[in-house]
C-alpha cells in the first residue's frame, strides 16, 4: 500500500520558519517524481516546489523561490520543505504527491497546472497558519 505522510504544520507568525516532513512508503523512492502543493480556502491549488526522478532537478514556484527549499532524505524516505521568511499569503493546507510516471517537464506541468493535472499518489495534507 502506497502512503504519503505530511507532518510539521502548524501556525507561526511572519518571517518565521517551518520545516514540512512527507514520509513516503509502498514507493520505490528513488524513482518518484516529488512534489509540494498547497491549498488556500476558496483557490485553487498551486505547486509549491518540486523534485524530478530523472536528475533530481528542483522547481518552485515563483512565488516561493529564494524562501522554500525541497529535499529529499532517501534513508528515511523522506520529503521536505523548508519555509523560511514565511508571509501570511502561505497560508496553506501543503500537500506531499508522488508519481514514478512523471517526467521532469511532467512535473513542471503538474506544478504550474493550478490544478488541472494531478499525480497518482497524495498526502492527507497538513496545514500551515501564518499570522500577521
Known amino acids: 500500500e502506497v502512503q504519503l505522510v505530511e507532518s510539521g504544520g502548524r501556525l507561526v507568525q511572519t518571517g518565521g520558519s517551518l520545516r514540512l516532513s512527507c514520509v513516503v512508503s509502498?514507493?520505490?523512492?528513488?524513482?518518484?517524481?516529488i512534489g509540494w502543493f498547497r491549498q488556500a480556502p476558496g483557490t485553487e491549488r498551486e505547486g509549491v516546489a518540486g523534485?524530478?526522478?530523472?536528475?533530481?532537478?528542483?522547481y518552485y514556484a515563483d512565488s516561493v523561490k529564494g524562501r522554500f527549499t525541497i529535499s529529499r532524505d532517501k534513508a528515511k524516505n523522506t520529503i521536505y520543505l523548508q519555509m523560511n521568511s514565511l508571509k501570511p499569503e502561505d497560508t496553506a493546507v501543503y500537500y506531499c504527491?508522488?508519481?514514478?510516471?512523471?517526467?521532469?517537464?511532467?512535473?513542471?506541468?503538474?506544478?504550474?497546472?493550478?490544478?488541472?493535472?494531478?499525480?497518482?499518489?497524495w498526502g492527507k495534507g497538513t496545514l500551515v497558519t501564518v499570522s500577521s
Open positions: 523534485i524530478s526522478s530523472e536528475d533530481g532537478s528542483t
Open positions: 509502498g514507493l520505490a523512492f528513488d524513482a518518484i517524481a
Open positions: 504527491a508522488a508519481d514514478p510516471n512523471l517526467s521532469g517537464s511532467g512535473l513542471l506541468r503538474v506544478l504550474t497546472s493550478r490544478g488541472r493535472y494531478g499525480m497518482d499518489y
